[in-house]
Every structure is written in C-alpha cells, then in structure tokens.
C-alpha cells in the first residue's frame, strides 16, 4: 500500500468517527467505527413530516415511492438531504391534495432516534435534526 493510499485511508476513517460522534450520521452507515456497541441504526429511527397550512398540522404517511428518500434521511439527516425530501413530498402533496384543501404553507421534517436510559434501559426518543421549509423555498 503506498503512502498517499495510507494517508487517505486515515482522512476517511477519521471523517467518519468524527460524523458518527459529532453529526447525525447513523455509525451503521458510514460511521463504520463502533457499529456493533451502538443501538443507534436508521431501522430504529424515524421520521416525520408534516404539512403545515393556515390553522393546521397535518402529519403525513408518506408513500412507498419515497421511502428511499425517507430510508436516506434517516441515516443521515443532513440539511441539504432533508430539504430534498420536504421538496419531494410538497410535489406529492400537491398532486395529491383536494382542490378544496387551504394551500401549503410549509413542510416540516423530523427526524428522532431510540435513546435507552443508562439505569432503567427504558426507552425514549430523542430528534437530532428537522428543517421547516416555506411552500415555494422547497
């Protein structure tokens, strides 16, 4: 293996342990390090969203054509990946929605993990990221 092959191996690697430990990236995915002493994986997170309209919150099921979406924002929550989905699902709530219906003002994304308590190991959720994009900025 040659020096640069060895230098960039490290670089990645610390990347990762820095995004597992500081970001919201799931140590399942990309975080790599530690993987198997965390309970922290994008099957026991989930996500939530929301349409927002004057005078109500409408939480959404959202549909199976944009679960790899969903999949992808779980895993790692970033800004820029939870903006793309509020965009997707402010297209599908639009051709979706009831002519009748007061119009969108927002999206709005959370995402939460399983917390387990050191003592009693009961569980509860804890959100590490969300974004409320404004109809029309999505």
């Known amino acids: 293996m040659t020096h640069e092959r060895v230098r960039t191996w490290a670089a990645r690697a610390t990347a990762q342990i820095v995004a597992a430990k500081t970001g919201p ?3 399942w995915l990309g975080g790599g390090f530690g993987m198997f002493s965390t309970t922290d994986s994008p099957a026991r997170r989930h996500l939530h969203a929301v349409a927002l309209r004057e ?3 409408e939480e959404l099921e959202l549909p199976d054509e944009l ?6 924002a779980q895993s790692f929550p970033s800004q820029r990946r ?8 402010a297209l599908w709530v639009r051709e979706t929605d009831d002519p009748n219906a007061a119009p969108l003002e927002a999206i709005e994304i959370s995402v939460y993990r399983v917390h387990f308590d ?3 190991l009961a569980p ?3 959100p590490i990221a969300s ?4 109809a029309g900025e999505e």
């Open 25 to 27: 990236i799931s140590p």
């Open 55 to 57: 005078g109500l919150r």
């Open 67 to 72: 679960s790899l979406s969903v999949r992808k």
């Open 82 to 89: 939870l903006r793309a989905l509020a965009h997707k699902i």
């Open 118 to 120: 050191r003592d009693t």
């Open 124 to 126: 509860s959720t804890e």
């Open 131 to 134: 974004l409320r994009v404004p």
